[in-house]
């Protein structure tokens, strides 16, 4: 059967489901974006400008791939969730290493973007909910909030282990028992949509500080890994889990129509 005209073309839902798997994966992309995206601007020596150029090149041709597909293919998905946080580190970055803005500034605008993106997304749709991606226009509105969220948790972060001096220890602990405090919500009957992406937003300051102190040198609080060891080490975890997923698609999969608003 053929959708009416006008209405939106429908798909399978577009994004995994929620389990352990899906935060582990978020987690480590999200590290691998801070320490990514600081071995190429600052160690490989593009500086900020090239490498966000670079990485917005590549994360155009990861969504051209990802929205030309019509069910969630695990390997497409997670290559642009981690490009996108590559891009949403460097976006913060550029902000406060190339413009002067502060931290304050962009935490501040970033919340008040991605507040403005889930109002329209909400006005227009009815629903916030990821398994309900089923059209382009949905998935649209799921990336840019996706972006969002990682400029916001990267600016968020800085803030608290930076500006405020949290340092990357007490960072990992401070955000670590806050995405403790959201589950612990969600279990307790919390609106599932809104204890998500709250989880969401904080998994990237919590894997910005897990990427610092592992990658930092001891000189500034870190365990002095370095960021290609680092970064490398979580990209494999990823790979693994991905392929895993690929191989047991039970175990996590958006291969299925959209159930709940």
Do not use: C
Not at 98 to 124: E, G, I, N, P
Not at 126 to 146: M, N, P, Q
Not at 161 to 171: R, V
Request: proline share 2%.
């Amino acid at each position: 059967m053929t959708a009416a005209a006008g209405a939106p073309e429908r798909m399978l839902n577009k994004v995994p489901e929620v389990t352990l798997i899906f935060w582990l994966i978020k987690v480590m992309s999200t590290t691998v974006g801070e320490t990514g995206a600081d071995y190429l601007a600052v160690h490989v020596g593009l500086g900020t400008a090239m490498t966000g150029g670079i990485m917005v090149a590549l994360l155009a041709a990861a969504l051209a791939l990802q929205f030309r597909k019509r069910r969630y293919v695990p390997w497409v998905y997670w290559l642009t969730v981690v490009l996108v946080s590559i891009v949403g580190t460097q976006l913060t970055d550029f902000l406060t290493d190339k413009l002067d803005v502060s931290l304050y500034a962009s935490t501040a605008a970033f919340a008040v973007a991605l507040a403005a993106t889930f109002a329209l997304w909400y006005a227009v749709e009815r629903t916030l909910s990821i398994h309900t991606i089923v059209t382009h226009r949905r998935e649209g509105f799921y990336w840019v909030a996706i972006l969002l969220t990682f400029a916001l948790g990267t600016a968020a972060g800085d803030l608290a282990t930076e500006a405020l001096g949290l340092g990357f220890n007490w960072g990992v602990v401070a955000f670590g028992a806050l995405i403790a405090m959201v589950a612990l919500a969600h279990r307790l009957g919390a609106n599932a949509v809104l204890t998500f992406w709250v989880a969401y937003i904080l998994t990237r300051p919590l894997g910005a500080a897990l990427g610092d102190l592992l990658s930092q040198s001891q000189e500034y609080g870190g365990l002095g890994f370095g960021t290609v060891f680092t970064s490398l080490v979580f990209l494999s975890v990823i790979v693994g889990l991905v392929a895993f997923v690929t191989l047991n698609p039970a175990q996590t999969t958006g291969a299925r129509p959209a159930q709940r608003a």
